[in-house]
Structures are given as structure tokens and as C-alpha cells.
């Protein structure tokens, strides 16, 4: 049967004015990282996405490297679009990046223009877009100087093949440059995108600042730890979780006795609030002022819905903060 999204789609969510724009992105935003590729089930993909945008997400965060294999979670989302999505391309806020290792030799791999300038057209051709609503430099590689990843990315802004740029995981100095090279050109870094949860909060000492003094939004990624801030894990390594999977990025190493004795505590707070611990991880992320929205990621539909349940318990005690706090320390 033909999808017919929800009419009340955007009275379910909240958006935020991201960064000195005219740009308003839901608070929450949904990332392909894993669980879109070819090794995974299409179905399965193509219901979340239905799912996101028919409670009003309308932001997705796609890079050249995602899959399993790489540049699959692209193809399948550029299907995706074109079966169920096709008349909508306007209402929609589509991301890509490049940067991390792609394709085999030197260009493949790194800032340079050489890398960018391929990898855009690589991801739209791709996913059948014509136009990246924002791409990213994916990092600072630590050898390419950054005026020159910074002019390949105004350039492609200037060939039609992005509305705005973004910065991901820049250490403060070359963010600081990148924000200067960018706005003198005119092309303003839109959104900074970095690692940001209970477990993970380096942005705070100068980052989320850094950012909002540059008139750029800041979006949050890995918010639930890749699911370590869930309730996933206090029983032990579930067979069909990420930290279980082969082709996952969470190591089982990275389930350590401390996280799971601290995120076991958390849940207990969480109850007390009446949310599920994924909910107020997110809630938690989303509370500071300088974060426009989070890209939570997940593998099915019911984890998603859990995850949006999020936006309906927002804030927080000073008791409760305090006691995450106590938590953490
Ligand atoms: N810029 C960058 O370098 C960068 C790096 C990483 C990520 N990102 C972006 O950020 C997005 C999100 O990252 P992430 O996937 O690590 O985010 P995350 O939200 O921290 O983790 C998502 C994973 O947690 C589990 N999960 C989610 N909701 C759950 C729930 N309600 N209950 C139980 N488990 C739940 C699922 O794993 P299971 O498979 O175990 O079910 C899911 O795949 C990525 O897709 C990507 O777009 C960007």
C-alpha cells in the first residue's frame, strides 16, 4: 500500500532555531550510521524512516561511510526517499560528510579538496539527490590544513551541491579557524556536530561555547552512548545488540562493570521521573540551551518511539541534576 504520512506530523515535535539561521531543525534528529545498510533488514529501515517523519523528524544524518558495506546506508536511503518520500524533498533536512577512510588509496581517506569534492558527488549519485540540505568536513584529519577543507566545502556550497556546512568533531583550535574562514566567505558553518551524553561531555569545557559564540547550532551525537544509556545492557550483552554485533562500533570492551553499575543508577532515577533511561538521556542531553537537537540512532521502530517519547519530560529538578551528578562523579 502507498505511504501516506501523517497530516499532524509537525505538531508532534518541537524545532529549534539552529545556530544565527533561518534554519528550524526538530530536537530530535535520526541518524544512518548503523542499521541502514546492506546488511541490514530494508523493511525494517524503511519503517523507521516512515515512522521519524510521520512524527515529525525531519532531519537525517547520512555520511559517505555508512553501511555496512560503506555508501550503503546512502543507497538505501536514496530508495527509501524515492519509494515513500519522493514528493516531500522540501520538507526534508538531509546530511552527509566525508573525511573517514572510503575508498583505497591516499584520496580516500581524509580533508583534503581532492577527498571532498569526489565524495560529494559519490553521495549524491548515491542516494539520487541533487542537493545536500548540509554537508560536513566528518573531522579535522590533523595534516590538512584547514583553509583548504574549509574553501572545498564553500565551493560546494557555490556548486549548488549543499545549502549550508557543518564541522564535526573539530578540537576547538581548527574549529575556531574554520568558523573564521567560513563566515568570511559568506558560508557560515550552520551545525557543529559532536559526541555529547551523560557518559561523554568534553563539548562542555569549551566546545558547546565555542560554537554558540559563532553563531553555529550544535548537534549531538551518540546521546545514548550507542546504547549504553539504555536499559539494554543492565542484565548483561543481549544477542542482537550493537555491542553483540560484528559489524557494530561498540566494542564489548566498552561495556564496562562501572558504566553498566552507573547507567543501572540512572535507570532508577529515570523511573522515579517516570521515563524509560533512554528518555532522559535524551531529555538530559537536550536541556542545554546551546543544543539544538540530538541524532539519536536505532533498530527498529519501537526503540524510536521510546526515543521521541523523550520530548514529553523535558526538565529537570536542581534535585535530580544533582543526583545524576552524584551518579557520574
Ligand atoms: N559525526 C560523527 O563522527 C558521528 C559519529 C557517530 C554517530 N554520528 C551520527 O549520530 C547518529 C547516532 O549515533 P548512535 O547510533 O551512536 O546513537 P545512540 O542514540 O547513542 O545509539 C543508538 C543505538 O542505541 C540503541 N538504542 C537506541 N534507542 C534505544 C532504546 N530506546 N532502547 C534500547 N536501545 C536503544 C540501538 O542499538 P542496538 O543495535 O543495540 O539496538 C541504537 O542503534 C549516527 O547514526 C550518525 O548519524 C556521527
Redesign the pocket.
Known amino acids: 500500500m502507498t505511504y501516506q504520512p501523517s497530516t499532524d506530523r509537525y505538531d508532534r515535535m518541537p524545532y529549534r532555531q539552529c545556530g544565527r539561521s533561518g534554519v528550524f531543525l526538530p530536537r530530535l534528529a535520526?541518524?544512518?550510521?548503523?542499521?541502514f545498510g546492506s546488511v541490514d533488514d530494508y523493511q525494517v529501515a524503511t519503517d523507521m524512516i516512515r515512522y521519524a517523519f510521520d512524527h515529525g523528524v525531519n532531519h537525517f544524518?547520512?555520511?559517505n561511510n555508512?553501511g555496512p558495506e560503506p555508501g550503503s546506508a546512502e543507497t538505501n536511503f536514496g530508495r527509501i526517499l524515492r519509494e515513500n518520500l519522493a514528493s516531500h524533498r522540501d520538507e526534508l533536512f538531509i546530511s552527509s560528510?566525508a573525511g573517514h577512510d572510503m575508498w583505497p588509496g591516499p584520496f580516500g581517506g581524509n580533508s583534503s579538496r581532492k577527498n571532498l569534492m569526489a565524495s560529494v558527488d559519490q553521495s549524491l549519485r548515491r542516494t539520487g539527490l541533487e542537493y545536500f540540505d548540509i554537508f560536513?568536513s566528518?573531522?579535522y584529519d590533523g595534516v590538512t590544513p584547514v583553509e583548504e577543507t574549509m574553501q572545498a566545502l564553500i565551493d560546494i556550497v557555490r556548486q549548488g551541491k549543499a545549502l549550508y556546512v557543518g564541522l564535526?568533531?573539530y578540537p576547538p583550535e581548527q574549529a575556531r579557524q574554520a568558523y573564521m574562514v567560513l563566515r568570511e566567505a559568506g558560508v557560515p558553518c550552520l551545525l557543529s556536530?559532536?559526541?555529547y551524553?551523560l557518559f561523554e561531555r568534553t563539548v562542555e569545557a569549551e566546545t558547546l561555547s565555542l560554537a554558540a559564540a559563532n553563531g553555529s547550532g550544535f548537534i549531538a551525537?551518540?546521546?545514548?552512548?550507542?546504547?549504553l544509556?539504555?536499559?539494554?545492557y543492565l542484565q548483561g550483552i543481549p544477542p542482537?545488540?550493537?555491542?553483540a554485533?560484528a559489524t557494530?562500533?561498540?566494542k564489548v570492551e566498552q561495556v564496562t562493570d562501572e558504566k553498566v553499575e552507573q547507567a543501572r543508577r540512572l535507570n532508577e532515577c529515570a523511573i522515579r521521573r517516570g521515563q524509560?533511561l533512554?528518555q532522559m538521556a535524551l531529555a538530559w542531553v537536550l536541556k542545554d540551551e546551546r543544543v539544538t537537537s540530538c541524532?539519536?540512532?536505532?533498530?527498529?521502530v519501537k526503540?524510536?518511539a521510546?526515543?521521541l517519547q523523550a520530548l514529553q519530560n523535558m526538565s529537570f529538578t536542581t534535585d535530580e541534576l544533582g543526583e545524576i551528578e552524584a551518579i557520574l562523579r
Not at 30 to 35: A, E, F, Q, R, S
Not at 229 to 232: G, R
Not at 295 to 300: D, K, L, N, T
Request: no cysteine; charged share 20%.
Open positions: 535520526l541518524g544512518l550510521w548503523h542499521n544524518d547520512l555520511a555508512y560528510k560536513y566528518h573531522r564535526s568533531k556536530q559532536y559526541r551524553s551525537f551518540s546521546p545514548l552512548a550507542q546504547g544509556l539504555t536499559d539494554k542482537h545488540s550493537r555491542a554485533r557494530g562500533f561498540l524509560t533512554a541524532i539519536v540512532g536505532a533498530s527498529s526503540q524510536l521510546d526515543n
